[in-house]
C-alpha cells in the first residue's frame, strides 16, 4: 500500500527565504506525482505535476523534483513571500489493490514570516 | 475556461439523514473523482468516475455513492449519515488523457450533529 509522508508537519520562515519542501512515498511505480497548495478552508489549488519520467518541473518560482528511486520529491519555493502561507500537499498516482488513485501526504504547513 | 464548482458549500445535516452533493468539472473533462477531507484522515480518495461508469474506488463504506451524468456532472450520495462523515468533501475534475492533472473545486463543508 503507497504511503506518502510530509516532513515537517508544519514551518514558518522569514519572508524573503528560500525554502525546500519534502515529500516521501514508499512504492516507486507511480504515474505521477502532483504538488497542491491549500489556504484554510478551501479547495486545492495544482501547482505543479511530474511524470513519472520527469525529474523537475518549474512554474515561476516553484520548482519540484522527482526522484523514483529512492522515492522522494521537493518542492522549492524561491523567495518566499506572505502570499505563499498555505498548506502544501503533495499527491501521487498509481494504481493500489486494483484501484488508479491519487494517495496524498499531510501536508506542511507553511508560514512566512513578513 | 470555469473552474469546477461544488454545490451546497455547506450543509448541516442530522445523524441518519442522507445527503447529495453535487460537482460540475471543467468544461471537456470527463473523470471526477470525490475525495473525503479531516483532520484525522487528512485526504482520502472515495471514487472516481468516467463516461458515466464508476473507475475507481476507495476504501469507503457502501454508504457512500455516487453518480456521472451524461454531461459529465457527478453527485456523491451519502446515506444514513454518522458523526464520522462530518469532513470537506472535494470534487477534482481530470481530461483522463496525456498528463492526468487534477483540478479540484472549492469543496462542500458537511457538518453532521
Known sequence: KQEVTQIPAALSVPEGENLVLNCSFTDSAIYNLQWFRQDPGKGLTSLLLIQSSQREQTSGRLNASLDKSSGRSTLYIAASQPGDSATYLCAVRKVDFGNEKLTFGTGTRLTIIP | ?113
Open chain 2, 1 to 113: 475556461k470555469a473552474g469546477v464548482t461544488q454545490t451546497p458549500r455547506y450543509l448541516i445535516k442530522t445523524r441518519g439523514q442522507q445527503v447529495t452533493l453535487s460537482c460540475s468539472p471543467i468544461s471537456g473533462h470527463r473523470s471526477v473523482s470525490w475525495y473525503q477531507q479531516t483532520p484525522g484522515q487528512g485526504l482520502q480518495f472515495l471514487f472516481e468516475y468516467f463516461s458515466e461508469t464508476q473507475r475507481n474506488k476507495g476504501n469507503f463504506p457502501g454508504r457512500f455513492s455516487g453518480r456521472q451524468f451524461s454531461n459529465s456532472r457527478s453527485e456523491m450520495n451519502v446515506s444514513t449519515l454518522e458523526l464520522g462523515d462530518s469532513a470537506l468533501y472535494l470534487c477534482a475534475s481530470s481530461s483522463r488523457g496525456g498528463t492526468y492533472e487534477q483540478y479540484f473545486g472549492p469543496g462542500t463543508r458537511l457538518t453532521v450533529t
